[in-house]
C-alpha cells in the first residue's frame, strides 16, 4: 500500500510579494485532503483507505467482504435506460480497501451482447468494461437483443469474505425456528443431527455371508416399530437387496431387486463367500404404497441414532415378528 504525503510551502521570509498565493495554495491543499479525509470516515466511497495488519491476516486474499457486497440481480432490465442497480459494498484488494455506502445505478444501453465486467475504480464505485481491469469483482452476460443479464459469476481470484452480516444470517435457522447465541453451536446441533440419523440401520460389519446391521425405527402410518442390531444371511456370488418392512421391522434380503412398499437399506454384492461391495442407498423418507398394511401411507426412517447397548425406552424393545429374513 502505498502513501501520499502531504507538502506544503513553508519557508516564508520578509520581502516576499507572492506570499498571498502561497498561503492560498497551502490553504487549498489543506482544505482538499481535510475533505478526503471526511469522505473516508464517513464512509460514502473510499479506496486505499489503510487497513491494520491484523486484519490484513484475516483477509489474507482479494474478495468482496460479505456476499451482498456490490451483488445484483439477473433477469430482464427495462428500457430505455436498461440500468442495472449494483448493491453498496466493500472490497479488499490484497493492498488497498474500496468501499460504497450506497448503491450505484449502471446503464446498459447501447453495450453490445456479450460478456461484460463490474470493476472498482478508486475510489469504490462500480462500474462497467467490456475488459477485464484492475479491481475486477463480478462478470455477467449481457444479451442486448433480450436485454437479459444472466451467467453472473465472481470473477476469477476473488473471493467472499465473512463478514457481520453473513455470520448474523449464520444464527438464525428459518427451518428449525431457532436462534442460536453462536454458530459453533449451530454447527454443534447440526452435526448431533447427522450423527444421530446416519446411524440408522446402518452397516455395522460382515463375517462371511452374514451382514450385520444397527438397529433402527421405521414410521407406518401413526405407528413407530423398534427394530434390534440384527443380521440377515446374503445369497452368495449375487447382489443382495437389504430393505426393511414399515409394517413390521422385519429386515430382509432378495435378490430380485427391492421390494415395493419397503424401506431400501444397502445393495450388497458377494463373491466366493464374502461380501465385497456395500452400496448404502438408505433415505430419509419414502412414499408408502401400501406395502405391510401401509394402507398408502408415508413410510419413513426415523430421526436419531441408537448406539450399540442404548435403550430407548424403560426396557429393551422385543425383535420384531419374525425377526431377520430371506426372501
Not at 479525509?37 to 486505499?48: E, H, N
Request: proline content about 4%; some cysteine; hydrophobic content about 35%.
Amino acid at each position: 500500500m502505498t502513501t501520499t504525503f502531504v507538502t506544503l510551502f513553508k519557508n516564508f521570509v520578509a520581502g516576499m510579494t507572492d506570499y498571498m498565493a502561497k498561503h492560498n495554495a497551502n490553504y487549498a491543499t489543506i482544505e482538499d485532503k481535510l475533505n478526503y479525509i471526511l469522505s473516508m470516515l464517513t464512509g460514502q466511497a473510499g479506496g486505499d483507505l489503510s487497513v491494520p495488519v491484523g486484519l490484513q491476516e484475516i483477509f489474507d486474499r482479494p474478495g468482496i467482504i460479505g456476499i451482498g457486497s456490490y451483488d445484483f440481480a439477473e433477469g430482464a432490465l427495462s428500457g430505455p435506460s436498461y440500468n442495472l442497480g449494483v448493491n453498496a459494498g466493500a472490497y479488499w484488494s490484497g493492498a488497498n480497501f474500496l468501499h460504497k455506502s450506497t448503491a450505484t445505478t449502471l446503464s446498459l444501453a447501447g453495450r453490445v451482447t456479450g460478456t461484460w465486467y463490474v470493476y472498482l475504480d478508486a475510489s469504490g464505485t462500480p462500474a462497467l468494461s467490456d475488459t477485464v481491469k484492475e479491481d475486477t469483482i463480478r462478470q455477467f452476460h449481457w444479451d442486448s437483443g433480450s436485454h437479459q443479464v444472466s451467467a453472473k459469476a465472481l470473477y476469477q481470484g476473488v473471493s467472499i469474505l465473512f463478514d457481520g452480516d453473513d455470520y448474523a444470517d449464520c444464527l438464525d435457522s428459518a427451518t428449525r425456528d431457532k436462534t442460536f447465541s453462536r454458530l459453533a453451536d449451530r454447527l454443534e446441533e447440526i452435526e448431533q443431527l447427522l450423527g444421530a440419523m446416519s446411524g440408522f440401520f446402518s452397516y455395522d460389519h460382515a463375517d462371511g455371508l452374514n451382514f450385520y446391521y444397527r438397529g433402527g425405527k421405521v414410521r407406518n402410518d401413526s405407528v413407530i416399530t423398534i427394530t434390534p442390531d440384527g443380521h440377515v444371511t446374503l445369497a452368495d456370488n449375487a447382489t443382495n437387496y437389504v430393505e426393511v418392512d414399515p409394517a413390521t421391522g422385519t429386515v430382509a434380503r432378495t435378490i430380485t431387486g427391492f421390494t415395493s412398499g419397503w424401506i431400501p437399506l444397502f445393495q450388497v454384492a458377494t463373491a466366493n463367500g464374502a461380501v465385497t461391495v456395500v452400496t448404502d442407498v438408505r433415505t430419509w423418507t419414502v412414499a408408502g404404497t401400501g406395502g405391510g398394511g401401509g394402507g398408502g401411507h408415508t413410510q419413513t426412517t426415523d430421526v436419531g441414532t441408537p448406539r450399540k447397548n442404548t435403550r430407548l425406552t424403560g426396557t429393551p424393545p422385543a425383535p420384531p415378528p419374525g425377526g431377520s429374513a430371506s426372501r
